[in-house]
């Protein structure tokens, strides 16, 4: 079984920064992609950013330029640097990973973070 962790929600203000953590744990063979999505009240999902292990990285349009995604091969580990905070950021975000475990490819995902941005 596989597991993904975030850490890094918080409260911040307009114009501030917070960077969300999200570790993969488990028997993992390999880590296909990593990413962010978020959930406002009374919206949908939506991607935030994601990388792939060849390096690719993908932004929604709301947040190119103040976000940034990383990865640590590592620790398998996905950041997400967000800075220049708005009040529409605020949402639950959610860590993603297309990981093989077990001779399968799977879709996991973490438990969600609370990013809150006040004005």
């Known amino acids: 079984q596989v597991q993904l962790v975030e850490s890094g929600g918080g409260l911040v203000q307009a114009g501030g920064s917070l960077r969300l953590s999200c570790a993969a744990s488990?028997?993992?063979?390999?880590?296909?992609?990593m990413g962010w999505y978020r959930q406002a009240p009374g919206k949908q999902r939506e991607m935030v950013a994601v990388?792939?292990?060849?390096?690719?990285?993908k932004y929604a349009d709301s947040v190119k330029g103040r976000f940034t995604i990383s990865f640590d091969n590592a620790r398998n580990t996905v950041y997400l640097q967000m800075n220049s905070l708005k009040p529409e950021d605020t949402a639950v975000y959610y860590c993603?990973?297309?990981?093989?475990?077990?001779?399968?490819?799977?879709?996991?995902w973490g438990q969600g973070t609370l990013v809150t941005v006040s004005s």
């Open positions: 993603n990973a297309g990981i093989i475990y077990g001779q399968r490819y799977h879709e996991v």
């Open positions: 488990g028997s993992i063979f390999s880590i296909n992609a």
């Open positions: 990388t792939t292990s060849g390096d690719s990285t």
